[in-house]
Every structure is written in structure tokens, then in C-alpha cells.
């Protein structure tokens, strides 16, 4: 079975305060993706970042990074300078070898405070 | 490119009703998956849809039903409503069904009373 952890509930902070939201994750599956989404109040999910299992580099965009370790099972997020745009539900995701399905976390409340 | 689309965007039924939701997914993506989204349980995986066919279902009772058909467009059914389907219905769309990124629409939220 697989199994996504996000250890923080909810995350406040100040604006232009960096913030990292952490993401573990269990899967049996030796090829897998792992996935960030962003859920603004308009309840749509919003697509930020794809990662396979294969490929381990950190990712940089902009202000957002994202840090995969496969020793440590963890792929955390990070948001540089935050701005109060960013206040949303954070979800992390896994793909595994079963068809369409995303296995979400509970996901992070972030409140971004001006 | 027009993104996911979701009809309806609201929905309230009374508890015994069955309800019909409707996703247009983006164009060119043959592959549509549907969630429910609660508080309490979080997003939960329904089912897969792929060239009309069901390639995947999660742990949802029978009273959770879908269909794809030949230009990708998914429906989802819920008969015998209960107060516990209330919830934000999401579906997504990707281009092959693998292990892709997928792209989601604004949800129906249904309210059953």
C-alpha cells in the first residue's frame, strides 16, 4: 500500500519569511512520481511539480524548490520570501504502478500573513 | 487550451436521490480520473477512466459508478445518497493514464441533506 505524510497541519507565517513544507512518503512500487499541488480557496487543485523516482536533482522555480531524497523517502517543498498569494492548501502526491491514481497527503494549510 | 470542466459547480440533494456529475476533460487527454475530497478523509481516488474503459476503482461502495465516453468526457454517478457523500467531487484529466501529471477541474461540491 502507499502512503503520503505531511507532518504539518497548518504553517503561519510572515510575508517574505521563508517556509518548508514536508512530505514522506511509502510505497512498495520501485518506479514511482511524486507530485506537488496547490489548493487556492477556489478549490481547484493546481499542478507545481512532477518528480520520478529515478531522478533525485533538486528542482528550482522561481521562488519555489523542491528537495527529493530517496535515501530518506522525503520530498519537501520549499517557498522562498513568501507572499501572502501564496496562502493555500498544499498537497503532496504518489504515483505508483496503479493506473490514474494519486495518493494525496492530508495536506499543509499555509497562511501567509502581510 | 480550455482546461478540465466540471458540471455542475453546485449540487444539494436530498438523502435516497442519485446524482449525475459531468467532466469535460482538457483536449487530446483520453485518460480521466475522478476524487472525492472531505475533511475528513482528504482527497480519496474513485476511479480511472481510459478510452471508455475502467482501468482502476478505489474503495467505494457500488453506489459509485462512472462512465467514459468516445470523445473523453466522464460522468460519475452516485445512487441512494447519503448524508456522507457530501463533498467536493474533483476529476482530472492527463494524456495517457501512466504516471503523469494531472490536471484537475474546480470540482462539484455536493451538499446532501
Known amino acids: 500500500a502507499q502512503k503520503v505524510t505531511q507532518a504539518q497541519t497548518e504553517i503561519s507565517v510572515v510575508e517574505k519569511e521563508d517556509v518548508t513544507l514536508d512530505c514522506v512518503y511509502e510505497t512498495r512500487d520501485t518506479t514511482y512520481y511524486l507530485f506537488w499541488y496547490k489548493q487556492p480557496p477556489s478549490g481547484e487543485l493546481v499542478f507545481l511539480i512532477r518528480r520520478n523516482s529515478f531522478d533525485e536533482q533538486n528542482e528550482i522555480s522561481g521562488r519555489y524548490s523542491w528537495n527529493f531524497q530517496k535515501s530518506t523517502s522525503s520530498f519537501n517543498f520549499t517557498i522562498t520570501a513568501s507572499q501572502v498569494v501564496d496562502s493555500a492548501v498544499y498537497f503532496c502526491a504518489l504515483s505508483g504502478t496503479s493506473y490514474g491514481k494519486l495518493t494525496f497527503g492530508q495536506g499543509t494549510i499555509l497562511t501567509v500573513h502581510p | 487550451k480550455a482546461g478540465v470542466t466540471q458540471t455542475p459547480r453546485y449540487l444539494i440533494k436530498t438523502r435516497g436521490q442519485q446524482v449525475t456529475l459531468s467532466c469535460s476533460p482538457i483536449?487530446?487527454?483520453?485518460?480521466v480520473s475522478w476524487y472525492q475530497q472531505t475533511p475528513g478523509q482528504g482527497l480519496q481516488f474513485l476511479f480511472e477512466y481510459f478510452s471508455e474503459t475502467q482501468r482502476n476503482k478505489g474503495n467505494f461502495p457500488g453506489r459509485f459508478s462512472g462512465r467514459q465516453f468516445s470523445n473523453s468526457r466522464s460522468e460519475m454517478n452516485v445512487s441512494t445518497l447519503e448524508l456522507g457523500d457530501s463533498a467536493l467531487y474533483l476529476c482530472?484529466?492527463?494524456?495517457?493514464?501512466?504516471?503523469?501529471?494531472?490536471?484537475f477541474g474546480p470540482g462539484t461540491r455536493l451538499t446532501v441533506t
Open positions: 482530472a484529466s492527463q494524456l495517457g493514464g501512466q504516471r503523469g501529471e494531472q490536471y
Open positions: 483536449s487530446g487527454h483520453r485518460s
